[in-house]
């Protein structure tokens, strides 16, 4: 038992948003805590791979470029996949720099890099038909009826006014999944697909970027899918998931098995867009290897380390 716990194991992270605040300023500081708790892991002996979200991120890029496009006709409004890959240079950048600053101060000789990530989603997937994920800056009714009329489509997002949407497809595969794991196994820490990655599809024997945004927590569960991974560690708001969460008879759930967490999926236990996707994902990543021993744990990103050694989060098992 004690020599399972200082057992190395292979951990994919996926960083939610809180880990990276939501400006400029907050992510800077941000940053400093979430590379102290990913060093902490990799001091512990563990091989790490870091994923993160890129909600605020990708969603000032994409103002940023429209602002700029409607204001002055030299400038253009971007591709989403391009501001998925401008988002994940942008907090791979801060990333990495933090992590490698840690890594100095504790004369840790790893390195750390970014890699900008593709991944690849199904052109035929029934997402396309129904997009759901809201981007960018709320739009005038006015502005809402020209996008519409010129075929992108928007919706009335919680009666806050209108906006973008764009579809959530699942990913497929990831490009660059050889490459991370070569890093990885090297002894050095990986950064990728970032905001779920830059969402492409194989056109013609070429990989072309899409107008959709992959969930950051299904990109995370298959990527620890594809480099084998132990563990998918899901660093978010929350210690624990919970049943009738935020009610008077609210439970945290400690070790759950897949078919418990499908039971109270089917009870709408866990919300769509926050913690229904990480639950998906764990199912995702547990049951994409059965034979192996993976485990995903959710919790706080101040309890990365007590995650991992058991202490505290919701574990969820095959
Ligand atoms: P992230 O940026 O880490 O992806 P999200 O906001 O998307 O964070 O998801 C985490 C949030 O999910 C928590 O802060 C919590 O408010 C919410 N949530 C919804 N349902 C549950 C539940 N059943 N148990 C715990 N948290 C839940
Ligand atoms: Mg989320």
Redesign the pocket.
Known sequence: MYYNLIMKKRIVIAL??NALGNSLSEQMAAAQITARAIVDLAEAGHEIAVVH?N?PQVGMIETAFETAARADNRFTSLPMSVCVALSQGYIGYDLQNTIRMELDKRKMKKDVAAIITQVEVDPGDSAFLNPTKPIGSFLTAEDAEHLKKAGIPVMEDAGRGWRQVVPSPKPVNIIEAQTIKTILATGNIPIAAGGGGIPVVMLEGQYRGVSAVI???FSAAKLADLISADILLIL?AVEKAAVNFGKPDQKWLDTITTAEAEKYIAENQFAE??ML??IEASINFLRSMPGKNRTAIITLLSKARDGIEGKTGTRIIL
């Open positions: 939610g948003g979200g909600g969930d950051k927590d978010t867009g926050s996707p990480k």
